[in-house]
């Protein structure tokens, strides 16, 4: 018997060109909680082969080549850290605890994971070292005040887009015919003592 190769989920969710897609962690899981949790990687049946090397420099070395191979065909990479001190994330767990506003944002293996602290620092340490590259950079931003974490993110994604220069798409003429005909029957849809068409009167109104 022959098995496929394991396809990652974020492969099969890529973005569509001119769209965008936002990935919570994807393929970086295969070297945070899997690396803090060997028995995920037992779970995962490494062959034998893989798994007598590195693992994870070959994790990090597939992360790199399809990132790069994303770039090479004109996707646009931003990866964004968001990173908060211990004590922080402690006083926003007591705040799921203690607010009925927050309680459904409540899971237990958040709790657990804590005990976990200090292996995550050393993995998100050995994942930048190794997967922030020249073509799919990470940016790392302060997140213990959120208002800050917003801004820069915001930052950076609109510095991305400033350089993308998306513009609007023209249509051909097939969809200006039909755009004519769609606004002619629109117009003779308008109630009595309203004009036909309110937005070509007055088109920065309704911009």
């Not at 097939?174 to 003779?188: F, M, P």
Request: glycine fraction near 2%.
């Amino acid at each position: 018997m022959v098995s496929q190769p394991r396809v990652k989920l974020c492969e099969q969710h890529l973005p569509a060109p001119g769209q965008i897609a936002v990935f919570n962690r994807s393929h970086y899981e295969e070297v945070l909680v899997v690396r803090v949790h060997p028995e995920l990687l037992e779970a995962q049946q490494v062959s034998a082969a893989a798994n007598g090397g590195d693992v994870w420099q070959r994790r990090f070395s597939e992360i790199n080549e399809f990132e790069r191979d994303l770039v090479d065909h004109g996707v646009r990479i931003v990866k964004l850290l968001l990173n908060i001190s211990n004590e922080e994330q402690r006083v926003r767990f007591l705040r799921r605890c203690d607010l009925p506003e927050k309680h459904w944002k409540f899971s237990a293996s958040d709790i657990n994971e804590r005990e976990h602290w200090d292996e995550y620092e050393c993995a998100f340490s050995e994942m930048l070292a190794h997967t922030s590259t020249d073509w799919a950079p990470w940016h790392v931003i302060p997140a213990d005040h959120k208002w800050f974490a917003r801004l820069a993110a915001a930052s950076v994604l609109m510095g991305t887009l400033m350089r993308i220069d998306p513009q609007i798409p023209e249509v051909d003429a097939e969809a200006r015919e039909a755009l004519d005909a769609a606004r002619a029957e629109l117009e003779t849809q308008a109630p009595r003592d309203e004009p036909a068409d309110p937005v070509a009167e007055d088109p920065d109104e309704y911009r």
